[in-house]
């Protein structure tokens, strides 16, 4: 099968310090705990089909908790993001739903007006109204006002960035390239500090980065050295809250790893025999899955609990040492040599949207296996919902296909190999013809921009509270 033809017209239309997922005991079951599985989906951002230690060997001790997944469940070596930049891929995860259909075909920015179209449904509102209890903690980058917000979204629970880290500036020390200057205490009028070779105002440098609590501002920048304790202290007490509450639950966790500007904690320099700032990213993100993984086992629901792992999209060309591995699928079209493009993040070479992925699912998934069936992002919003004996949305069509057979193994197969782009052409647009799509806004207004304390330059404040209660 030709998957550069495939996904070419697709993308086209469209505190663990080692982090190890330990041996811990698995608790009595929680009284509290639902028959229905619970479901995470840990969604990795900009990583590359190599930063899998799994799935290419130079990276092996970088990624300790992934591979332990891999030992408990499955892994896909021919899974596929649903685009190959963030917000269309996050919108396909979230709806089943290519950007043809949606309406999403481009990244939102932080004054965007709009976002995920309204009248599309997430997998958070299916689940939400079939009884689950839903969180959802990083990277959301589907519109931010309030009718688009992710706790308007169906999440009843929200803690993370709005979009992109790279989208505001920040105070603490991140890398990237180039290096951007870190948000002024004061209005400095004097340019000198720009000069060559030195940090530059980024495109996003006039909006300090913001952290939200549901629908508040708490942290404004957002310190990108803590955010992953954060995260893994967010979702701790989110799985703990959510286990005792009788009902299953959805917590989708987006990180803002390993997409630049590389932070980390402390801890995590010089932590991997890597010894790359890009090395010690992956290993905190790792390092919060080890938490994760705790969390359910210590909750009683890991053996009900259905965990997904994948990314948005490929790594970066142009980030150079901040960038991830796209493993083996560096095609021919090498810039270096034939000064025509590349094979990661945006195009729609395979390094571009192919995806490390694995799932575990005790008990359902045959631990330690592995298959090259063509899956995609598309498949996580039928899958799961079947999985929870809920019903898809009515008046429409889905691109996505239901895997749970493929998962529990009564099934080898997956998508249907397609073998001619212009058939595909042909049937996809006359499919999506008769479907009910939608159009998203992108229109642009400065009102919308984030700012939790106008009084004060870059709207700087600082409201976080750690320990997670949930609502009454």
């Not at 500007?261 to 991997?272: E, G, V, W």
């Not at 992925?357 to 799961?384: E, G, H, M, R, Y």
């Not at 499919?431 to 700012?451: E, F, G, H, K, R």
Request: hydrophobic fraction near 35%; charged fraction near 20%.
């Amino acid at each position: 099968m030709n998957l550069n033809l495939l996904f070419s017209f697709i993308a086209f239309w469209s505190i663990l310090p080692n982090g190890l997922c330990e041996e811990v005991p698995h608790s009595q079951k929680n009284p509290g705990t639902s028959e229905r599985p619970n479901f995470v989906i840990l969604f990795a951002d900009d990583i590359g089909w190599g930063d899998f230690g799994a799935n290419w060997n130079p990276n092996k001790d970088v990624t300790p908790n992934l591979n332990k997944m891999a030992e408990e469940g499955l892994r896909l070596t021919d899974f596929h993001a649903g685009s190959s930049v963030c917000t269309p891929s996050r919108a396909a995860l979230l709806t089943g739903r290519l950007g043809l259909r949606t309406g999403v075909i481009e990244n939102f920015v932080q004054d965007s007006m709009g976002g995920l179209p309204v009248n599309e449904t997430t997998i958070a509102e299916v689940l939400k109204e079939s009884g689950y209890y839903t969180g959802m903690i990083g990277k959301w980058h589907l519109g931010m006002s309030h009718d688009f917000h992710p706790s308007s979204r169906g999440f009843d629970y929200y803690y993370g960035l709005p979009y992109s880290n790279d989208m505001g500036c920040v105070d603490v020390p991140a890398y990237n390239r180039p290096e951007c200057k870190q948000c002024p205490t004061q209005i400095l009028n004097d340019e000198s500090s720009d000069f060559e070779g030195g940090p530059v105002e980024c495109p996003s440098y006039y909006t300090a980065l913001p952290l939200y609590k549901d629908y508040e501002i708490v942290q404004q920048p957002a310190d990108l050295t803590a955010l992953g304790d954060y995260y893994a202290e967010k979702a701790d007490s989110f799985i703990d809250a959510a286990s005792k509450s009788g009902k299953p639950f959805l917590l989708y966790l987006a990180f803002a790893h390993p997409h630049v500007p590389l932070a980390f904690a402390d801890r995590f320099k010089n932590s991997t025999d890597v010894n790359t700032v890009y090395a010690d990213t992956l290993f905190e993100m790792d390092d919060i899955i080890g938490r994760v993984i705790n969390s359910l086992k210590q909750s009683g629901v890991y053996e009900n609990t259905l965990t997904w792992f994948t990314g948005d999209n490929g790594p970066w060309e142009s980030k150079c040492p901040y960038s991830g591995s796209v493993g083996p699928y560096l095609g021919s079209w090498l810039p270096q040599t034939y000064r025509g493009g590349s094979t990661m993040k945006t195009s729609t070479w395979e390094g571009g949207h192919r995806e490390p992925t694995v799932i575990v699912w005790p008990n359902k998934i045959q631990p330690n296996t592995v298959s090259d069936a063509l899956t995609s992002t598309l498949d996580i919003f039928p899958t799961l919902i079947s999985a929870a004996g809920a019903k898809l949305p009515d008046m429409r069509k889905f691109d996505g296909i239901d895997l749970n057979d493929f998962l529990e193994g009564k099934t080898t197969e997956a998508h249907t190999i397609i073998a001619s782009a212009t058939t595909l052409r042909s049937d996809l647009l006359a499919d999506i013809a008769s479907d009910n799509t939608t159009v998203a806004d992108y229109s642009q207004s400065s009102d919308v921009l984030p700012c939790c304390d106008p009084t004060q330059f870059y709207c700087r404040c600082n409201k976080q509270k750690l320990m997670f209660i949930p609502e009454k």
